[in-house]
């Protein structure tokens, strides 16, 4: 089985070192590189290309849009750890499209979880933060930014319509009504989109969008 390649940016120079030392014990996961966030590093991620960037809270609000330009060019998945509890952070966190968020209360048992559950293509966040993302977003979609997000995913006009109704919140039942179609084919193309866009529910497409 192949290692899982993990990116460390971090500001820390202790809690680096400790997170480093700590991979390099674990089976199957390498950290193959760790810097904080400058052009030469993310030259370095570009070249590396890993499978999982693991940042640290702090650097990631810092520099969201350094981060996401290398996630936009390799489709890496990012986890960010170190978040602090029951924080405003969580949601800015979860908007800005991370797929694991680590707090610092977490063990380095549960830091490895979260990795192999994420480089399984599934996602580490709290239920109660999720939903009360899906509940209240902090972002809304229109039709420019689903296209260009799902752009090379091969979906159907059809398949563009219904996800944009997704990221509405609207439930099947709605849905069929808004279209004109019934709740039948609403699912059949919702298993299509999340077929398209490898994802397996609502809330994971619609985190795929952000």
């Known amino acids: 089985?192949?290692?899982?390649?993990?990116?460390?940016?971090?500001?820390?120079?202790?809690?680096?070192?400790?997170?480093?030392?700590?991979?390099?014990?674990?089976?199957?996961?390498?950290?193959?590189?760790?810097?904080?966030?400058?052009?030469?590093?993310?030259?370095?991620?570009?070249?590396?290309?890993?499978?999982?960037?693991?940042?640290s809270s702090e650097i990631y609000l810092k520099n969201t849009e350094k981060i996401?330009?290398?996630?936009?060019?390799?489709?890496?998945?990012?986890i960010v750890f170190n978040v602090p509890a029951e924080s405003l952070e969580e949601k800015d966190v979860v908007c800005s499209g991370v797929h694991g968020i680590l707090y610092r209360e977490d063990s380095f048992d549960l830091l490895i979880k979260a990795i192999?559950?994420?480089?399984?293509?599934?996602?580490?966040?709290?239920?109660?933060?999720?939903?009360?993302?899906l509940n209240n977003p902090k972002k809304t979609f229109d039709d420019t930014v689903i296209f260009k997000k799902v752009a090379d995913k091969g979906l159907t006009n059809r398949e563009?319509?219904?996800?944009?109704?997704?990221?509405?919140?609207?439930?099947?039942?709605?849905?069929?009504?808004?279209?004109?179609?019934?709740?039948?084919?609403?699912?059949?193309?919702?298993?299509?989109?999340f077929k398209k866009l490898n994802v397996s529910s609502r809330t994971q497409a619609i985190l795929f969008l952000n």
Not at 68 to 78: E, G, P, Q
Not at 170 to 188: G, Q, R
Request: hydrophobic share 40%; glycine share 6%; net charge positive.
């Open 116 to 133: 192999k559950v994420v480089q399984d293509g599934d996602f580490w966040i709290r239920r109660k933060v999720l939903q009360s993302f």
């Open 68 to 78: 996401r330009l290398i996630d936009d060019k390799l489709a890496l998945k990012i």
């Open 160 to 193: 563009l319509e219904i996800l944009g109704t997704v990221t509405k919140g609207l439930s099947n039942c709605d849905i069929a009504s808004e279209l004109c179609i019934s709740e039948k084919t609403v699912k059949t193309h919702l298993s299509s989109i």
């Open 1 to 55: 089985m192949s290692q899982i390649k993990i990116y460390l940016f971090c500001e820390s120079k202790l809690v680096c070192d400790g997170v480093v030392k700590l991979l390099a014990t674990t089976k199957g996961v390498k950290c193959t590189g760790l810097s904080s966030v400058s052009e030469d590093a993310v030259k370095d991620v570009l070249r590396l290309k890993p499978d999982i960037l693991l940042v």
